[in-house]
Nanobody, 123 residues
Framework: VQLQASGGGLVQAGGSLRLSCAGS????????VGWFRQAPGREREFVAS????????YYADSVKGRFIVSRDNTKDTVYLQMNTLKPEDTAVYYC?????????????????WGQGTLVTVSS
């Protein structure tokens, strides 16, 4: 499966953005999808994940209650709605897919990656 993340941009603190991850190439509902982010000088970190059919989700503590992950398999797309953004949310955001279907927080469990989209939150 090929993945393409989009929707990043510049937003003020307290604002919102919605990221999209579009899949192509194989049946998208075969894959659980995770979102990760990487800030300058920092390691890539887990943000959120969603099961194959969207019935289960998992969030990092740092975004719980602010971010919502969802998917529309009719459009082969996973979304990350980001609310109440903070400057520390600034990073390149990546989506990734794993065929095992687990809600993994480790990047090592994901086989396919999108190219990343930059989110910048100004204070």
């Amino acid at each position: 499966v090929q993945l393409q993340a989009s929707g990043g941009g510049l937003v003020q603190a307290g604002g919102s953005l919605r990221l999209s991850c579009a899949g192509s190439g194989r049946a998208f509902n075969r894959y659980a999808v995770g979102w990760f982010r990487q800030a300058p000088g920092r390691e890539r970190e887990f943000v959120a994940s969603i099961s194959r059919f969207g019935t289960a989700t998992y969030y990092a503590d740092s975004v719980k209650g602010r971010f919502i992950v969802s998917r529309d398999n009719t459009k082969d797309t996973v979304y990350l709605q980001m609310n109440t953004l903070k400057p520390e949310d600034t990073a390149v955001y990546y989506c990734a897919a794993n065929p095992a279907g687990g809600l993994y927080s480790s990047a090592l469990q994901y086989d396919y990656w999108g190219q990343g989209t930059l989110v910048t939150v100004s204070s």
